[in-house]
């Protein structure tokens, strides 16, 4: 462009060339004003260092060898009074009412008698299911990493519970609060997995008195059915109402042999099983009374009430808590 525009003054050499050489650098540096700022290449990073994440190896079922930056913040991580100076609408469609806090400071926390944990939050990060791998004649049971289906509503939130202590340790019950969530996962061949993510009656354990980092604390819970008594099958069939039988096959269902095949699929059944949770502190604000960590959890998949073998869920996350 500089070039035709200069082709009507050819009587000054010296000028013509000045302005090409300002024109060269007045488009080097336009150029560069659209080049990806620093913080770009930082979330690319960042993006990086997650899919890493997603992609490693789980090894063990209660293993607490997370090392702190595997399940580390992300980078525009928000803190607990940061979060409660936005408004509904600054908060609505951010993502941000599905993630846990974080917690600044390495300080201590020891709970005094009647003290509570509240506002917990248990935000999972990863999950694995449980499957059998065959490899040269043999099959063995490996945690596959799948992929979460649901959408940003598989956090729990305003978890609360009483602490005591228990020869010195503290001990952990919980009573309340958005214990549970409805979700699914899916395996890398497809096949999807749903379970109830929750810590209902959990009551862990502490190895010792006094919230710092390192503190770790575990216990088991209890994992309602994923479907409530109310729920209908396709062909009708529920646990308190609904058919009793698939109507269209009548003949399948008479006590005689024929009706071996579907006596899980007619009679429905609230399964209620057992989970654990392996908790660990790693960060605590004295100020502010908060305390901060990574958990690893594993808890059996929906029976479909009671027509399907569960398989065995791996979840890996952060969670955060208030002492009261």
């Known amino acids: 462009f500089a070039c035709v525009a200069l082709q009507p003054f050819k009587r000054n050499n010296l000028s013509t060339m000045k302005f090409a050489a300002f024109a060269a650098l007045a488009l080097a540096t336009s150029t560069s004003a659209f080049a990806p700022p620093k913080s770009a290449r930082a979330t690319t990073q960042l993006a990086g260092a997650k899919e890493d994440f997603g992609k490693s190896v789980l090894a063990g079922a209660f293993a607490l060898t997370l090392a702190g930056g595997v399940l580390a913040q992300p980078a525009d991580a928000i803190t607990k009074s940061e979060l409660n100076e936005l408004s509904y609408l600054q908060v609505k469609g951010t993502g941000l009412a599905n993630r846990c806090p974080e917690v600044v400071g390495e300080g201590s926390i020891t709970p005094k008698s009647g003290s509570k944990l509240v506002d917990m939050c248990i935000e999972p990060k990863a999950w694995a299911v449980e499957e059998e791998i065959g490899k040269g004649g043999k099959t063995e049971k490996k945690f596959v990493?799948?992929?979460?289906?649901?959408?940003?509503?598989?956090?729990?939130?305003?978890?609360?519970?009483?602490?005591?202590t228990d020869g010195g340790k503290i001990v952990f019950s919980e009573k309340e609060g958005i214990d549970y969530a409805a979700t699914t996962v899916q395996l890398p061949g497809g096949e999807r997995v749903p379970f109830l993510f929750t810590v209902k009656d959990l009551v862990a354990t502490g190895n010792g008195g006094t919230f710092k980092p390192g503190f770790q604390m575990g216990g088991d819970f209890s994992t309602p059915s994923y479907r409530?008594?109310?729920?209908?099958?396709?062909?009708?069939?529920?646990?308190?109402?609904?058919?009793?039988?698939?109507?269209?096959?009548?003949?399948?269902?008479?006590?005689?042999?024929?009706?071996?095949?579907?006596?899980?699929?007619?009679?429905?059944?609230?399964?209620?099983?057992?989970?654990?949770?392996?908790?660990?502190v790693n960060k605590v604000n004295t100020d502010e009374s908060e305390i901060g960590g990574v958990f690893v959890a594993t808890s059996l998949s929906d029976t479909d009430m009671g027509s399907k073998v569960p398989k065995k869920v791996l979840t890996k996350g952060i969670f955060f808590a208030h002492v009261e």
């Open 145 to 164: 990493n799948s992929k979460v289906m649901t959408r940003q509503t598989y956090t729990l939130d305003g978890v609360e519970g009483v602490l005591s």
């Open 228 to 280: 409530t008594g109310l729920f209908l099958d396709p062909k009708g069939r529920g646990g308190t109402t609904g058919y009793d039988m698939a109507v269209a096959l009548p003949g399948l269902q008479s006590g005689e042999e024929g009706d071996d095949e579907l006596f899980n699929e007619n009679n429905k059944v609230f399964d209620v099983t057992q989970g654990r949770i392996e908790m660990e």
